[in-house]
């Protein structure tokens, strides 16, 4: 079992940036691939970004391109997202999700492959 919690939300102006964290707990001597995802209201839960366990590999959806960074620090157990360049069409809950991989450097970015969610942390970019 791991726990993740996220950080880092709250209230910007478009244009602005935010960092999210999501720091995991408990079982955190597996390997874990991870993704962050995101729900606006009334929306389905979309793809954000998605990295390896080792960092080398990361993948990010179109609308996000360019825009956010995902990175992680394997000693802290801790996963980031950098965003920048945010508009009001980012506005979403943000959840960070982990799956754990044997023997593979892969990302993921079918939220149903992953087995550990947080509990989300909101994002509002004002216009």
């Known amino acids: 079992q791991v726990q993740l919690v996220e950080s880092g939300g709250g209230l910007v102006q478009a244009g602005g940036s935010l960092r999210l964290s999501c720091a995991a707990s408990?079982?955190?001597?597996?390997?874990?691939?991870m993704g962050w995802f995101r729900q606006a209201p009334g929306k389905e839960r979309d793809f954000v970004a998605a990295?390896?366990?080792?960092?080398?590999?990361?993948y990010y959806a179109d609308s996000v391109k360019v825009r956010f960074t995902v990175s992680r620090d394997n000693a802290k157990n801790t996963v980031y997202l950098q965003m920048n360049s945010l508009k009001p069409e980012d506005t979403a809950v943000y959840y960070c999700?982990?799956?754990?991989?044997?023997?593979?450097?892969?990302?993921?970015?079918?939220?149903?492959?992953?087995?550990?969610w947080g509990q989300g942390t909101q994002v509002i970019v004002s216009s």
């Open positions: 990295i390896s366990w080792s960092g080398s590999r990361t």
């Open positions: 408990g079982r955190t001597d597996n390997r874990y691939a």
């Open positions: 999700a982990a799956v754990p991989v044997v023997g593979l450097d892969i990302v993921i970015s079918n939220d149903y492959q992953y087995g550990y």
